[in-house]
């Protein structure tokens, strides 16, 4: 017996949405790894608007600058670098530092696709390099911090690890980050030193991922920097071990190149002075107090 | 939706009035089209801009590398299986939702609709509360030896959490248009429940059902957000297509761009099978006559 009606609802159609439905989805990826890119113009756009800097500044001494500077960091700065850049706003009255926070290649990559950038701070030297070599950096990079790994554990530390060994045992349920990314890098270089092999369950592809993992309990261990564990507040306990020292991790701070004609003389000699007040006695305090070692 | 189908066929046909093809209908306004033609520019033109930096020269070495192969088997296994997971829960879903009628109905629908609008993370971070080791459901689970995190399954336990309400959506909706004279005629004539929604009801919706499996899959196969979040990264085990494409970026960006094209085309290509294939021809013969 058949109760279908001559007609269902037209199947072209409906087709169609679901085609369309799909490609939204898909690309809905793409548009989800990339909202830092989009902040980034969204900053390009604030500060075209903003008001010219006076060219006098570039000058006079460094308390009249005027004007703004975009400062991209890696994630790992986000703490210290909103706290300094709004101790040189304080500094510089006339001066408003626009901060960009994201994973060092991921910056590298905004710049070289066009980001507005004056300042980059790298958590790396690799991803420095990347930009140095695509002729992007303005002047020497200068060093300001040290990082290293520690073992990150959940509160009370739930496997009783002790040393880095242990993370071996494949009880212990392991992450570390992937080592395409810096601190993935450093791991390799840590462990291949201590002469283990881990075997992980998940290979993250950034620390935060990493300390997730461990805060909500999921993994036993996580191999992430020191700095990150001070961040993560009572949920993650820190385990040094002596074998970190053979994977230290340097931050260079370095100016970008003005692609830009306009007023380009202002915005390097702020991005000048940014950087002369990162590496000096007050910036370092600031990152000293978070973890960060002191530039090799 | 309700009554699209009349609306359909008696517009056009008085519209037209003695023009033969009642099914053409040109009185789209010029605005209505340039609108539709920039919305279609924008979603495109970065298709194009992605399209324009695939490095054809290593491509094929790119994405026959051991590791984006793993990625593209693990994302099309646990897609399948999510969208598998998706009919088998989503189709009784949109029937209570759309035939039952209970106290709360409107608020449930709205809840189990609400992974459509939540953020993926955020999905990820409410599994991880269910599924995880000190999750609601976590400790019950250890105990019977099984463990969610880090596994094959927690993806696709993310892929079928966020997919779900595309199917229950588009089912639902289906299963209202069609309204329920059919299932009473059948009913009248002897049927039994499940005769009716075997015989009946199914039938009618297949279309739609069709089309939310595809959207439930194409879902699946995009799915990062709750992925990254809910079940790690690994090779071969965690780490799905759209994850490995996110690692690659930060190495290799011509690999990861010869993958995203991958995904595209994976699901051009289910879209595109659904659209030729999914459908019995009777119906779509008789839907473009009239």
Not at chain 1, 29 to 50: F, Q, V, W, Y
Not at chain 1, 189 to 201: D, S
Not at chain 2, 32 to 60: H, Q
């Given at each position: 017996m058949n109760f279908l009606p001559p007609k269902v609802a037209s199947s072209k159609r409906r087709s169609l949405a679901a085609l369309l439905g799909a490609a939204i989805l898909?690309?809905?990826?793409?548009?989800?790894?990339?909202?830092?890119?989009?902040?980034?113009?969204?900053?390009?756009?604030?500060?075209?608007?903003?008001?010219?800097?006076?060219?006098?500044?570039?000058?006079?001494?460094?308390?009249?600058?005027?004007?703004?500077?975009?400062?991209?960091?890696?994630?790992?700065?986000?703490?210290?670098?909103?706290?300094?850049?709004?101790?040189?706003?304080?500094?510089?009255?006339?001066?408003?530092v626009e901060l960009n926070f994201a994973g060092s290649s991921d910056l590298v990559t905004q710049i070289t696709e066009g980001a507005p950038a004056d300042v980059f701070a790298s958590a790396d030297l690799r991803n420095y390099t990347k930009l140095a070599e695509a002729g992007l950096t303005a002047g020497d990079a200068v060093n300001f911090a040290t990082n290293t790994?520690?073992?990150?554990?959940?509160?009370?530390?739930?496997?009783?690890?002790?040393?880095?060994?242990?993370?071996?045992?494949?009880?212990v349920k392991t992450v570390i980050c992937a080592p395409q990314v810096p601190?993935?890098?450093?791991?390799?270089?840590?462990?291949?030193?201590?002469?283990?092999?881990?075997?992980?369950?998940?290979?993250?592809?950034?620390?935060?991922?990493?300390?997730?993992?461990?805060?909500?309990?999921?993994?036993?261990?996580?191999?992430?920097?020191?700095?990150?564990?001070?961040?993560?507040?009572?949920?993650?306990?820190?385990?040094?071990?002596?074998?970190?020292?053979?994977?230290?991790?340097?931050?260079?701070?370095?100016?970008?190149?003005?692609?830009?004609?306009?007023?380009?003389?202002?915005?390097?000699?702020?991005?000048?002075?940014?950087?002369?007040?990162?590496?000096?006695?007050?910036?370092?305090?600031?990152?000293?107090?978070?973890?960060?070692?002191?530039p090799e | 939706m309700t009554n699209s189908r009349a609306g359909l066929s008696v517009r056009p046909t008085r519209r037209s009035g003695a023009g033969?093809?009642?099914?053409?209908?040109?009185?789209?306004?010029?605005?209505?089209?340039?609108?539709?033609?920039?919305?279609?520019?924008?979603?495109?033109?970065?298709?194009?801009?992605?399209?324009?930096?695939?490095?054809?020269?290593?491509?094929?070495?790119?994405?026959?590398?051991?590791?984006?192969?793993?990625?593209?088997?693990?994302?099309?296994?646990?897609?399948?299986?999510?969208t598998l997971l998706c009919v088998i829960f989503g189709v009784p879903?949109?029937?209570?939702?759309?035939?039952?009628?209970?106290?709360?109905?409107?608020?449930?629908?709205?809840?189990?609709?609400?992974?459509?609008?939540?953020?993926?993370v955020v999905g990820g971070i409410a599994l991880l509360y269910t599924f995880g080791r000190r999750g609601l459901l976590g400790q019950t689970l250890e105990v019977l030896g099984i463990q969610i995190a880090f596994s094959t399954t927690a993806v696709v336990l993310a892929q079928t959490f966020v997919a779900l309400p595309f199917l229950v959506l588009s089912l639902e909706g289906s299963l209202r248009s069609v309204g329920t004279r059919y299932e009473a005629v059948a009913a009248t004539l002897g049927a039994s429940p499940s005769r009716v929604l075997t015989r009946v009801t199914l039938p009618l919706v297949l279309p739609a059902l069709a089309s939310g499996a595809v959207l439930s899959f194409a879902r699946a196969l995009g799915e990062f957000?709750?992925?990254?979040?809910?079940?790690?990264?690994?090779?071969?085990?965690?780490?799905?297509?759209?994850?490995?494409?996110?690692?690659?970026?930060?190495?290799?960006?011509?690999?990861?761009?010869?993958?995203?094209?991958?995904?595209?085309?994976?699901?051009?290509?289910?879209?595109?099978?659904a659209h030729g294939a999914g459908l019995p021809t009777p119906w779509r013969r008789s839907g473009t006559n009239r």
């Open positions: 898909v690309l809905g990826l793409a548009a989800c790894s990339a909202p830092s890119g989009d902040a980034a113009s969204t900053d390009d756009a604030a500060r075209s608007a903003s008001p010219t800097p006076t060219s006098t500044a570039s000058t006079s001494a460094a308390s009249t600058l005027e004007g703004t500077i975009t400062v991209f960091a890696a994630a790992s700065l986000t703490q210290t670098f909103t706290e300094i850049a709004s101790d040189f706003e304080e500094a510089n009255p006339g001066v408003t790994l520690t073992i990150a554990v959940p509160a009370r530390n739930p496997a009783e690890i002790g040393n880095l060994s242990d993370l071996a045992d494949a009880d601190c993935g890098a450093a791991t390799v270089t840590v462990t291949e030193a201590a002469g283990i092999v881990l075997t992980p369950v998940s290979e993250e592809s950034s620390v935060t991922d990493v300390l997730g993992k461990v805060s909500s309990g999921e993994a036993d261990a996580g191999l992430v920097y020191v700095t990150d564990v001070l961040a993560a507040g009572d949920e993650v306990e820190a385990i040094e071990f002596p074998e970190s020292s053979s994977a230290v991790n340097t931050y260079p701070i370095v100016a970008v190149a003005d692609s830009g004609a306009d007023a380009a003389a202002n915005t390097s000699a702020i991005a000048q002075a940014f950087i002369q007040y990162v590496t000096g006695t007050a910036g370092l305090g600031v990152l000293a107090e978070a973890g960060f070692g002191p | 033969a093809s009642s099914a053409r209908y040109g009185g789209l306004p010029g605005w209505v089209i340039a609108a539709a033609s920039l919305g279609a520019l924008f979603v495109l033109l970065p298709l194009a801009a992605m399209i324009l930096r695939v490095n054809w020269a290593d491509f094929g070495a790119l994405i026959s590398s051991e590791a984006s192969v793993a990625a593209l088997l693990l994302s099309l296994r646990t897609s399948l299986t999510a879903m949109a029937l209570v939702l759309a035939r039952a009628e209970f106290a709360g109905q409107r608020v449930l629908r709205s809840l189990v609709l609400l992974p459509l609008v939540l953020p993926p957000g709750a992925t990254l979040t809910f079940a790690g990264s690994l090779q071969g085990v965690t780490r799905t297509l759209p994850l490995e494409i996110y690692l690659q970026r930060e190495t290799d960006p011509d690999a990861a761009v010869a993958l995203s094209l991958v995904l595209v085309v994976v699901a051009v290509v289910v879209v595109g099978l």
